[in-house]
């Protein structure tokens, strides 16, 4: 399998640069695996497009504001893509300039308004996937993230963040701070209308992925299978996990919001279909090919060209449907990426 058969021609205007007005007020493609179909809808009518039996399983990561700009002594402004902290307290970064960027280098973090804060941070490790490690002067928690950090929105998006970012880059049930992307599907959520899918009797639960640094990174290898995936950590609580081995045990259908939670799921799942593996550090990289353990149906966005994401629906639902549906998308001026519209994948 070749990279470049998973390339798609999209207008760059079907890139959505902001949200839609309100929160919940998207376009939704459905996409019918078993009828080899697909079918125009809005967000607001998803409650309906779920089978009676359905289970669904959100993603709760919170996104921190983990871009930061630094100047250095030479008077150079770098900026700084917080990924994780480490075992010795310093933070795992992707950084601008990168071969310049040596141990020992010295940075003053800037704060919202310009002016510099006061905590300042010193490379300590040059790592070999690119990464820069930095320890901070002194480590006061997200409080250095409020001051000095910006939603760390994805490249495709030619503007800076805003402050409405703050709200609309984050799911209306997003708990557990880690991730720095956004889970997008679940960006689609409003309270009501979780509301309107419990009160249908379909439960919602809550699993975590913290999104890393994968999800801004292309597919660089001819062949997918070539490709590596990075690392992110999940975690699925025991009861949690129990609940949702019983329901798939009855039959039931596993609703995965947004590939996040695809791959903690799948992650998760042994070869019985079962979910035992309940916390670790996956790369998992799900192509066609893939046989799915835990997951029937997702929701998700439309995703880039040749890119993991779109392999891993189209494992789900085949490539041949996927491209139809997002050639239909494209005529249909669907709006595209982690701030457009959404598409359902049934079977």
């Not at 002067?137 to 409080?143: H, K, V």
């Not at 699993?207 to 990174?217: D, K, M, P, S, Y």
């Not at 669907?334 to 959404?342: E, N, Q, T």
Request: with cysteine; proline share 3%; glycine share 8%.
């Amino acid at each position: 399998m070749l990279t470049k058969d998973y390339y798609f021609d999209l207008p760059p205007e079907l890139i959505a640069q902001e949200p839609s007005e309100r929160r919940g007020e998207d376009r939704l493609l459905l996409i019918d695996r078993k009828r080899g179909e697909f079918s125009d809808h809005m967000m607001s009518d998803f409650p309906s497009l779920l089978y009676k039996d359905s289970v669904i399983v959100v993603n709760n990561s919170r996104v921190r504001k983990a871009r930061v700009y630094g100047v250095s002594d030479t008077g150079g402004t770098v900026e700084f893509l917080f990924l994780g902290q480490e075992s010795d307290g310093a933070w795992k970064c992707m950084v601008t300039k990168t071969k310049r960027q040596k141990k020992g280098k010295e940075y003053r973090f800037l704060l919202h308004d310009g002016g510099e804060d006061s905590v300042s941070g010193c490379i300590v490790r040059e790592n070999d996937d690119g990464t820069r490690s930095v320890m901070l002067s002194s480590d006061d928690g997200e409080a250095f993230f409020s001051r000095c950090g910006h939603v760390p929105l994805p490249p495709y998006i030619k503007r800076e963040d805003s402050w409405s970012d703050e709200t609309r880059y984050q799911t209306v049930y997003a708990k557990r701070m880690g991730s720095v992307a956004s889970p997008t599907a679940g960006l689609h959520f409003t309270s009501v209308l979780m509301d309107e899918v419990r009160a249908m009797g379909i439960p919602i639960y809550e699993v975590t992925l913290h999104v890393g640094a994968g999800t801004f990174l292309p597919v660089r290898t001819e062949n997918i299978e070539d490709h590596h995936m990075h690392t992110e950590h999940y975690e699925i609580d025991e009861k949690t996990a129990a609940e949702l081995n019983a329901f798939k045990a009855e039959g039931r259908r596993i609703v995965a919001i947004g590939t996040t939670s695809v791959r903690t799921l799948e992650s998760a799942a042994d070869e019985s279909g079962r979910l035992s593996k309940l916390t670790g550090d996956t790369d998992i990289f799900i192509h066609p090919g893939y046989t799915f353990r835990f997951v029937d149906d997702l929701l998700t966005n439309f995703h880039t060209p040749e890119s993991t994401l779109l392999m891993l629906v189209s494992a789900l639902a085949g490539k041949d449907l996927i491209f139809s549906a997002y050639n239909h998308a494209i005529e249909e001026r669907y709006r595209f990426f982690s701030y457009g519209d959404a598409s359902f994948i049934r079977g």
